[in-house]
């Protein structure tokens, strides 16, 4: 008994002992993390390359905040939370935000890690929403005439932020319209201001268009959504004023144009300007032109626009200024063949007449398919179509080509041409050449396939337009006759057909030359 108590007491005084030490709650060096806290701000979670420490922000975006924790945010931690400056904000490590107090507002995130010690990044943030300009009232307004180009300028305007007092930017820009007919030499000032206004002091040409823009940006850098764009004529000698106005061509990319202008009150010599429009450069200015009323012709080169006339008033200082001159296309592209005849001959390469009265047709714009299948083995140039077909496109029936063709207007046009038969079942005369005293056999041998009758056999003269031969077929599909070189012109194209029972027919052109005969005294 007195040894089992003895055992009992020397193993409690060893757990309690194990259970004391100690040794095993003093702090290890060791066991200590290095914990490292960096916050980030971001408009998007998901471009990453606008992650920064400060930047600024309208009014109305979403903010995001970044926490990274390293090494991980599994690290044993008391506390963690946002300030906003410095006030409670979010005790997430990862949060978006909207701002709606304007100003500059700083960020710090604070963690208390296992041991109370503290880890801080901060965040820095301007707030504000983007400038207002007023771009309804500014001087010059727009389109304001007979200003002096040799007197002093004033632009004005007027911008602000709402909610906050900030200073503010403008950029500015001068410059002198360009036209078609005229190019400008005025250096155009694009310049940054601190005041909403501006003062130019050097000269400007007269009668000329100058166009101004202005755009307001705040400290922080916001610009505004609006847009000042405006622009005011200079005016000229006592005595003289110009006309400007804008030529509208549609699609076309270059027309050139000649405009004249006769005054209505004497007959002198009408005053004629010609120049180039352009899809993109298509305004004109005329220059100084003595005041008056004028009869104004335009007319273009391209032969779809028709002239436009007009009644006009040239006024002391000012520039005359009409809506924009529409030229009016609405004449589709002409596709026809060399011969103007719907039904052609198979070949192996055929040509087409494609042509606009204004420039040439982009291929692009031209498509060509037999019947239902696209040919791309094709060209285009001067206005002539070059089609290439294939060996397995002959057929002892008609087939059909298709060709559309749109100009640069979208004004399109579509023609169904007939491919003749290029298989025969039947034989006839080649390429023959005689002497106007000979004569020569018209023949044709059918040797179709099918076991079809003939019902009509004809030879027509397609240069003169006139029937040679027609008769009923012959028991034997065949017929031949012998005709002298005197009943025909020196050259002409013939055309065998052979018309079977059943309404099939088939067709072949051939060229008959009649040469001058030779005598006894030439030999």
Same mark, same amino acid.
């Given at each position: 008994?007195?040894?089992?108590?003895?055992?009992?007491?020397?193993?409690?005084? /060893?757990?309690?002992?194990?259970?004391?030490?100690?040794?095993?709650?003093?702090?290890?060096?060791?066991?200590?993390?290095?914990?490292?806290?960096?916050?980030? +701000?971001?408009?998007?979670?998901?471009?990453?390359?606008?992650?920064?420490?400060?930047?600024?922000?309208?009014?109305?975006?979403?903010?995001?905040?970044?926490? $990274?924790i390293s090494p991980n945010k599994i690290i044993k931690v008391q506390d963690y939370q946002w300030l906003m400056d410095g006030k409670?904000?979010?005790?997430?490590?990862?949060?978006?935000?909207?701002?709606?107090?304007?100003?500059?507002?700083? /960020?710090?995130?604070?963690?208390?890690?296992?041991?109370?010690?503290?880890?801080?990044?901060?965040?820095?943030?301007?707030?504000?929403?983007?400038? $207002?300009?007023?771009?309804?009232?500014?001087?010059?307004? !727009?389109?304001?005439?007979?200003?002096?180009?040799?007197?002093?300028?004033?632009?004005?305007?007027?911008?602000?932020?709402?909610?906050? =007092?900030?200073?503010?930017?403008?950029?500015?820009?001068?410059?002198?319209?360009?036209?078609?007919?005229?190019?400008?030499?005025?250096?155009?000032?694009?310049?940054? +201001?601190?005041?909403?206004?501006?003062?130019?002091?050097?000269?400007?040409?007269?009668?000329?268009?100058?166009?101004?823009?202005?755009?307001?940006?705040?400290?922080?850098?916001?610009?505004?959504e609006e847009k000042i764009e405006s622009f005011f004529f200079t005016k000229g000698l006592p005595g003289e004023g110009s006309f400007?106005?804008?030529?509208? %061509?549609?699609?076309?990319?270059?027309?050139?144009?000649? +405009?004249?202008?006769?005054?209505?009150?004497?007959?002198?010599?009408?005053?004629?300007?010609? /120049?180039?429009?352009?899809?993109?450069?298509?305004?004109?200015?005329?220059?100084?032109?003595?005041?008056?009323?004028?009869? +104004?012709?335009?007319?273009?080169?391209?032969?779809?626009?028709?002239? %436009?006339?007009?009644?006009?008033?040239?006024?002391?200082?000012?520039?005359?200024?009409?809506?924009?001159?529409?030229?009016?296309?609405?004449?589709?592209?002409?596709?026809?063949?060399?011969?103007?005849?719907?039904? %052609?001959?198979?070949?192996?390469?055929?040509?087409?007449?494609?042509?606009?009265?204004?420039?040439?047709?982009?291929?692009?714009?031209?498509?060509?398919?037999?019947?239902? !299948?696209?040919?791309?083995?094709?060209?285009?140039?001067?206005?002539?179509?070059?089609?290439?077909?294939?060996?397995?496109?002959?057929?002892?029936?008609?087939?059909?080509?298709?060709?559309?063709?749109?100009?640069?207007?979208?004004?399109?046009?579509? =023609?169904?041409?007939?491919?003749?038969?290029?298989?025969?079942?039947?034989?006839?005369?080649?390429?023959?050449?005689?002497?106007?005293? !000979?004569?020569?056999?018209?023949?044709?041998?059918?040797?179709?396939? /099918?076991?079809?009758?003939?019902?009509t056999i004809k030879f027509f003269n397609i240069t003169q337009n006139k029937s040679i031969i027609s008769i009923p077929g012959s028991?034997?599909?065949?017929?031949?006759?012998?005709?002298?070189?005197?009943?025909?012109?020196?050259?002409? $194209?013939?055309?065998?057909?052979?018309?079977?029972?059943?309404?099939?027919?088939?067709?072949?052109?051939?060229?008959?030359?009649?040469?001058?005969?030779?005598?006894?005294?030439? !030999?």
């Amino acid at each position: 008994m007195n040894f089992l108590k003895g055992f009992l007491v020397a193993v409690t005084a /060893f757990l309690l002992q194990s259970c004391f030490n100690s040794d095993d709650h003093l702090f290890d060096a060791s066991q200590a993390v290095d914990i490292k806290v960096e916050t980030t +701000l971001s408009n998007s979670m998901t471009d990453y390359s606008k992650i920064v420490k400060a930047d600024t922000f309208n009014i109305n975006d979403t903010v995001f905040f970044i926490t $990274t924790i390293s090494p991980n945010k599994i690290i044993k931690v008391q506390d963690y939370q946002w300030l906003m400056d410095g006030k409670y904000c979010s005790s997430e490590y990862n949060f978006k935000k909207q701002i709606t107090e304007p100003g500059y507002h700083k /960020f710090t995130f604070m963690l208390k890690d296992y041991f109370g010690d503290m880890h801080y990044d901060s965040l820095e943030i301007w707030i504000a929403p983007s400038p $207002t300009l007023n771009d309804s009232t500014f001087t010059p307004a !727009e389109g304001t005439q007979a200003i002096d180009p040799y007197e002093a300028i004033y632009f004005t305007w007027s911008a602000k932020t709402e909610g906050i =007092k900030l200073a503010h930017r403008y950029s500015f820009t001068l410059s002198e319209q360009s036209y078609a007919n005229a190019k400008s030499t005025f250096t155009t000032i694009d310049t940054i +201001l601190t005041e909403p206004h501006f003062i130019y002091h050097n000269k400007l040409n007269p009668l000329k268009k100058y166009n101004w823009t202005v755009q307001a940006i705040n400290e922080y850098g916001l610009i505004s959504e609006e847009k000042i764009e405006s622009f005011f004529f200079t005016k000229g000698l006592p005595g003289e004023g110009s006309f400007n106005s804008t030529i509208d %061509i549609g699609n076309a990319t270059a027309v050139p144009v000649h +405009l004249s202008l006769q005054n209505t009150r004497s007959q002198n010599t009408p005053i004629h300007y010609n /120049f180039s429009i352009s899809k993109t450069n298509n305004e004109i200015s005329l220059g100084s032109i003595p005041t008056g009323d004028y009869h +104004l012709a335009i007319s273009s080169d391209y032969s779809d626009f028709n002239e %436009i006339i007009e009644d006009i008033s040239i006024n002391d200082g000012f520039i005359t200024t009409t809506r924009s001159i529409k030229f009016s296309d609405s004449i589709a592209p002409v596709i026809k063949t060399f011969s103007s005849h719907d039904t %052609i001959a198979y070949a192996d390469t055929l040509q087409f007449i494609v042509k606009d009265g204004g420039e040439a047709i982009s291929l692009q714009n031209i498509s060509v398919n037999l019947e239902g !299948e696209s040919i791309v083995d094709r060209t285009y140039k001067d206005s002539i179509l070059t089609v290439v077909l294939k060996k397995t496109d002959q057929s002892w029936a008609y087939r059909i080509l298709n060709i559309s063709a749109m100009d640069r207007s979208q004004n399109s046009a579509k =023609k169904s041409f007939y491919i003749m038969p290029s298989t025969f079942w039947f034989e006839t005369n080649n390429d023959t050449t005689i002497a106007s005293n !000979e004569s020569i056999d018209f023949f044709v041998i059918d040797h179709n396939p /099918f076991d079809f009758k003939v019902d009509t056999i004809k030879f027509f003269n397609i240069t003169q337009n006139k029937s040679i031969i027609s008769i009923p077929g012959s028991k034997n599909n065949s017929y031949r006759a012998n005709l002298e070189a005197s009943l025909f012109e020196p050259e002409q $194209t013939i055309q065998s057909t052979v018309i079977y029972t059943n309404g099939m027919q088939q067709s072949k052109n051939w060229t008959l030359t009649v040469t001058k005969a030779t005598s006894k005294e030439e !030999e």
